[in-house]
C-alpha cells in the first residue's frame, strides 16, 4: 500500500480560494441548539397529526421565524474548521448536508480521525427513512461518500468523489447506533482509493469502495 500524507499544514487553506473559514469552537452554543432544535421540528412535522388549527398556528410561527433568520446569511461556500480528538484539522463545508455543523438536515455525525482513516456512530430517525422503519439507500450512500471523502481527505489531502460503489448488505435500520468508518487503501499520484462499511449491531449493512482525486496542490 502506498499512501502519500501530508502534514496538515501542506493542506489547502480555503481561504486561498476567496472561502470564508468559521472556527468550529465559535459557533455559538444558542445556534448549535437551535440546529438541534430544528432537526427535532423536522422529525415533528413529519410525523405530526395535530389538528388544523394547531398547524396553523405553528405554520406562522416558523414563517416568521424564517424571516427573522434570513436577515442574516452566511456566504455560500463558508467552510468551518474543525479539530479532531487527536488534533488533527479538517475542513468542511459548514452547511453539509451529511456532516455540516449548523445543517439541520444533517444528522449528528461526528467522525475522528483513526489510524487510516475515519470512523463515527450515528442514530438516523425517521426524516432519514426509505423503505418503513429502514434507512433510505440514498442516505446510506451519502454517509458513506462523507466517510470515505472525509478519509481521504483527514490521510491525504481533500478532493473529489470520482467514483463511489455501495453494496447493501442488509437493511440498515432506524433508531438504531450506526458504525460508520472509511479507510485509505492505497493511492496513486492524485488518485486515493478508500473503503467504507456501515455497521448496525457489529453487522456490516452495507460497504462502498470508493476513488477520490485529490485537489491539485504544488507537490513538486
Ligand atoms: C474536506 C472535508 C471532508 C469533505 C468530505 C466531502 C465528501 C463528499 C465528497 C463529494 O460528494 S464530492 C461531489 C461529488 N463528486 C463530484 O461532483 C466530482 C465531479 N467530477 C469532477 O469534478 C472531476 O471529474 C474530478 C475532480 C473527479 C476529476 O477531474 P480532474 O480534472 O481533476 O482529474 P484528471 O482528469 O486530471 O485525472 C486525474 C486522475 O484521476 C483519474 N480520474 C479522474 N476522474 C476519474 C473517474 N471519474 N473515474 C476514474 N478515474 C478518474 C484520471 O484518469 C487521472 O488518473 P491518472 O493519474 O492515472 O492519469
Do not use: C
Not at 450506526?178 to 453487522?203: C, F, M, N, P
Amino acid at each position: 500500500m502506498t499512501v502519500n500524507t501530508q502534514p496538515v499544514a501542506e493542506r489547502p487553506d480555503p481561504r486561498a480560494y476567496g472561502l470564508p473559514v468559521v472556527e468550529q469552537d465559535q459557533i455559538p452554543d444558542e445556534l448549535r441548539s437551535l440546529v438541534d432544535g430544528v432537526r427535532n421540528l423536522v422529525d415533528a412535522v413529519s410525523n405530526t397529526e395535530a389538528d388544523s388549527a394547531t398547524l396553523a398556528e405553528a405554520d406562522a410561527a416558523v414563517r416568521a421565524l424564517n424571516d427573522r433568520l434570513n436577515a442574516a446569511r452566511r456566504e455560500v461556500g463558508t467552510m468551518v474548521r474543525r479539530t479532531m480528538g487527536d488534533g488533527t484539522d479538517e475542513f468542511g463545508t459548514i452547511t453539509n448536508v451529511v456532516a455540516g455543523t449548523t445543517n439541520p438536515a444533517a444528522p449528528p455525525l461526528d467522525l475522528e480521525h483513526v489510524e487510516g482513516g475515519v470512523q463515527g456512530t450515528v442514530t438516523l430517525n425517521t426524516t432519514y427513512q426509505g423503505p418503513p422503519g429502514l434507512v433510505h439507500g440514498g442516505w446510506i450512500a451519502a454517509l458513506l461518500d462523507q466517510a470515505v471523502g472525509s478519509a481521504s481527505a483527514v490521510e491525504t489531502s481533500p478532493g473529489m468523489t470520482a467514483k463511489l460503489e455501495v453494496n447493501y448488505r442488509q437493511p440498515t435500520p432506524l433508531f438504531t447506533p450506526l458504525e460508520i468508518s472509511a479507510r485509505v487503501r492505497s493511492t496513486e499520484r492524485r488518485k486515493v482509493y478508500v473503503t467504507g462499511q456501515i455497521r448496525a449491531h457489529g453487522q456490516v449493512t452495507a460497504e462502498a469502495e470508493a476513488l477520490m482525486i485529490r485537489i491539485p496542490m504544488d507537490e513538486g
